[in-house]
């Protein structure tokens, strides 16, 4: 949020608190992509508390989402800090295309898989390379191979869930149906959009 409002107004307040966040979030990337959730109460890294090992999980998604959108909005107007980032962000991307290069979502989640390929375009738009296009197009179609599509006249009403007959859609964070789409515009992917708009005009 506030590196968006950075990027809309250019506002000296945002982009301080931005660097503030930003500053929390490679402190808590463990130098192989890998991230921590939580502090403890005396500021040290909580280490094992089942919501803060270390791991390319939810927390790792969004690690790489707050650095891919550093990276996006800083590189034009604030270059030194956008280098700030660069080596803990690669350091997610490589940790992420792990999982893609196995086939899997990331900690098996529709939500992390989402989030982490909005973060990956966003780094993409930001410093195009073929191999980072490769990684994304890979990682949306493990994310629309590896998930399903509920039926249109029933409860969850088309929304894409992690296992056939699920019982319930992971509304929260739900994002499936945004990073198809960005990545089907981005890689001139139509059949990733159509999946996207099948998803969005049904729900």
């Known amino acids: 949020v506030y590196l968006r409002d950075f990027e809309r107004t250019r506002a000296p307040a945002s982009l301080q608190e931005a660097r503030g966040l930003l500053d929390f ?11 921590l959730n939580f502090l403890r109460e005396d500021g040290t890294p909580n280490r094992t508390a089942p919501s803060s090992r270390k791991s390319f999980g939810y927390w790792g998604a969004r690690g790489l ?7 996006r909005v800083l590189l034009a107007s604030e270059p030194a800090s ?31 898989a989402s989030e982490t390929l909005l973060r990956l375009l966003a780094y993409q738009r930001a ?7 490769a990684l994304a197009e890979r990682a949306a179609q493990v994310l629309l191979q590896r998930t399903h599509t509920t039926p249109a006249s029933a409860p969850l009403w088309g929304a894409r869930v992690e296992e ?3 019982p319930t859609w992971h ?21 990733l959009v159509s999946a996207a708009q099948e998803e969005a005009d049904t729900l």
Do not use: H, N
């Not at 280098?83 to 989640?109: H, M, N, Q």
């Not at 410093?127 to 296009?133: D, L, Y």
């Not at 509304?171 to 059949?191: C, E, F, H, V, Y």
């Open 171 to 191: 509304a929260w964070g739900a994002r499936a149906t945004a990073a198809l789409a960005q990545a089907g515009l981005l890689l001139q992917r139509p059949a």
């Open 25 to 35: 979030v490679v402190a808590m990337e463990q130098g192989d992509g890998e991230f």
């Open 65 to 71: 989402w707050a650095l891919g959108e550093a990276r």
């Open 82 to 112: 956008a280098e700030r980032y660069r080596a803990p962000l690669d350091r997610a991307v490589a940790c992420y295309a792990k999982d893609i290069t196995a086939g899997e979502l990331s900690a098996g989640s529709l939500v992390a």
């Open 127 to 133: 410093e195009p390379t073929s191999a980072r296009a």
């Open 164 to 166: 056939r007959g699920a």
